[in-house]
C-alpha cells in the first residue's frame, strides 16, 4: 500500500548533534521559523514539562487526529513533529498523512 503523503526521514536531534555538531536549538528554531511552522511534541505532558523546545505545542500522539484541527486547519501548513525516541512522532506522522496533510516533517527523537 503507498503512502499517499511524503514525510522526512527520521532526524531527530540527536542524530543532528551528531552529523552536524554547529546545530544548535537555535538554528532548528530558526528553521522552524522559516517553515512557518507548527511544531508538536508528541510526548506525555509530563515529559513536555519537563523540557521541550521554545515554541512547541503539546499534544499526544494518541489524540492528535482529534486536536491537529484547531490548531493547523490548512492542511498544506507544515507541521513538524517530535517525541522523545522517534517512535510516536513517526506514529503522528502516518496519522496526519492519512488526515490529508501535505508538508509532514519528524524531527524524531529529542534525547539529550
Not at 538554528?27 to 517553515?35: C, S
Not at 500522539?61 to 512522532?89: F, M, N, W
Amino acid at each position: 500500500m503507498e503512502i499517499p503523503y511524503r514525510r522526512t526521514p527520521v532526524m531527530g536531534w540527536v542524530s543532528w548533534n551528531c552529523f552536524r555538531t554547529n546545530i544548535s536549538e537555535e538554528g532548528i528554531k530558526g528553521q522552524i521559523d522559516a517553515l512557518k511552522a507548527l511544531l508538536l511534541d508528541v510526548r506525555s505532558e509530563a515529559e513536555y514539562e519537563k523540557s521541550h523546545f521554545p515554541g512547541a505545542v503539546s499534544m499526544l500522539y494518541t489524540e492528535i487526529h482529534a486536536g491537529i484541527v484547531s490548531l493547523a486547519a490548512d492542511r498544506v501548513q507544515p507541521v513538524i513533529l517530535c517525541c522523545a525516541t522517534g517512535k510516536r512522532s513517526a506514529q503522528a506522522c502516518d496519522t496526519l498523512g492519512y488526515m490529508g496533510y501535505k508538508n509532514i516533517y519528524d524531527l524524531g527523537g529529542i534525547l539529550t
